[in-house]
């Protein structure tokens, strides 16, 4: 009956949680519908002033390409509409000087010009960096871009109500290569050049990155921001950045191969640990209970002993340390399998004292019969003592091994791929501190539980054959 309630008592905690869970998600759902208008109607007029102080405000830190672009282009609002993400649709005409059109039909002149101006100074002893060579190419540059075309045509601008409540326009890339005649175009192709002709020779400049940066600070808009307005609210913000996160940190590039790859190491170093543990620790501890009933193996005990002590006395990451860089990696031993050894010899320890208190435990009444009907020491040990014996240590053997998958987190040390590793591999590449530790503490945490679980089921299934 008690385990009846106790039961339906758990049913209970789970479906409210699962309930509250519900309720948060059509919150955040209601919050994030009610945050999808804008705070007023935008007509064409304020839509035209916003674009205009957006783009005016543009050229201030620009190079002197872009600044003539802007100040010989023009976009007229001419309609506007509105979406359903807190934006207003803004429909524009425009004109500019295709500057893009004059930049990729020269790039060739001005990287080699750049080219040839940079092998001079060399030959004259003189460094050359971007600034010099945007300098040298300016008046070069300039009288062929005042020369472009004017282009014209319609775009769409994006303006987004942010969270502050201020209009931004979201500077896409068509939008800007569009209005700034072609920018983006030019700066493309200045990246691509690959050979200049140079003296009749064919010169490779792909390493060469201080003429396409000369080059580029007198072409290139750098002072605007591709990023689409945040338009979130609080509860919507703190969500879109945890999905932004856990993209980068798990989904990009398949990086959560990291954490199951070394899930399975974690594991495989943990299960054979455990079969080597129980080995030498069933061997430990019949050695050590013998000696103390028979006084025959006194030699073999005290090695026992001292293997006992040092094991349990010394911290586990030092064995690990020792047993690989001193004694197996000059032999050629893999790491995963001195992980393996140095965590088993370290384990076998402290299940050696284990079943050698679970033997002592059993009553000196149980070998007496056993040798009565007429069984050895060893047949005694085997038939009648172990059996009972191991009943009765096998919740704290499983704790054991419990404790042993968490020492394993340390076999990284050595270069071993764990869950430990993984995450910290994520971490270098991301810069990432709190999702992918976080993520590596869930994982031990969550299979720390399901085995505790285990071993609470075994330990109820052991008590009730007591009570028969």
Not at 102 to 125: C, H, L, P, W
Not at 207 to 235: E, H, M, W
Not at 279 to 292: D, E, K, S, V, Y
Not at 357 to 364: A, H, K, R, T, Y
Request: a neutral charge; charged letters at 20%.
């Amino acid at each position: 009956m008690k385990r009846k309630k106790k039961t339906q008592r758990k049913i209970l905690i789970y479906l409210s949680v699962v309930l509250i869970a519900i309720a948060a998600l059509f919150a955040t759902y209601g919050i994030q519908k009610l945050g999808n208008k804008l705070s007023h109607e935008l007509s064409v007029e304020e839509a035209q002033e916003i674009i205009n102080e957006t783009f005016d405000k543009l050229p201030n830190n620009v190079s002197p390409g872009a600044k003539y672009v802007a100040e010989n282009m023009t976009v007229k609002a001419t309609s506007i509409s509105f979406g359903t993400d807190k934006n207003a649709i803004v429909e524009c005409e425009f004109t500019a000087p295709a500057i893009g059109d004059v930049v990729v039909s020269n790039i060739e002149k001005y990287m080699t010009s750049a080219y040839g101006f940079y092998e001079d100074r060399k030959e004259q002893g003189k460094k050359t960096n971007s600034t010099n060579i945007k300098l040298h190419l300016a008046s070069i540059i300039e009288e062929d871009i005042k020369t472009a075309e004017f282009s014209s045509g319609n775009i769409t601008i994006e303006i987004y109500e942010t969270s502050k409540g201020v209009f931004e326009p979201y500077l896409s890339d068509e939008v800007v290569n569009a209005v700034f005649g072609g920018i983006l175009d030019a700066e493309k192709a200045i990246k691509d050049v690959v050979y200049v002709d140079y003296k009749g020779e064919k010169i490779n400049i792909v390493n060469q990155n201080t003429l396409r940066t000369g080059v580029n600070d007198y072409i290139a808009l750098s002072a605007y921001s591709d990023d689409v307005p945040d338009t979130s609210v609080p509860l919507e913000k703190v969500w879109n950045s945890f999905k932004k996160d856990f993209y980068r940190n798990f989904v990009e590039k398949n990086r959560w191969t990291y954490l199951t790859n070394g899930l399975g190491n974690t594991l495989a170093i943990t299960f054979f640990a455990v079969l080597l543990g129980i080995l030498i620790g069933f061997i430990t501890a019949i050695i050590r209970c013998l000696n103390q009933k028979t006084g025959k193996v006194e030699f073999l005990s005290d090695i026992c002993k001292v293997y006992v002590a040092v094991m349990r006395g010394m911290p586990v990451m030092v064995q690990l340390i020792i047993m690989y860089f001193v004694i197996l990696l000059p032999m050629g031993v893999d790491k995963f399998i001195a992980a393996v050894i140095c965590f088993g010899l370290n384990s076998g320890a402290y299940v050696s004292e284990i079943i050698r208190g679970g033997i002592m435990s059993i009553d000196d009444g149980q070998t007496e019969a056993g040798r009565s009907l007429g069984f050895t020491y060893m047949q005694t040990m085997t038939f009648i003592i172990l059996p009972q014996a191991f009943k009765a240590v096998l919740p704290a053997l499983a704790n054991e091994f419990i404790a042993l998958l968490k020492e394993s987190s340390i076999a990284f040390y050595i270069g071993v791929a764990d869950l430990t590793l993984g995450g910290i591999k994520i971490r270098s590449i991301t810069y990432s501190n709190f999702m992918p530790l976080l993520t590596v503490g869930i994982i031990y945490l969550v299979v720390v539980l399901g085995l505790s679980k285990l071993v609470s089921i075994l330990e109820r299934r052991l008590s009730k054959g007591d009570k028969r």
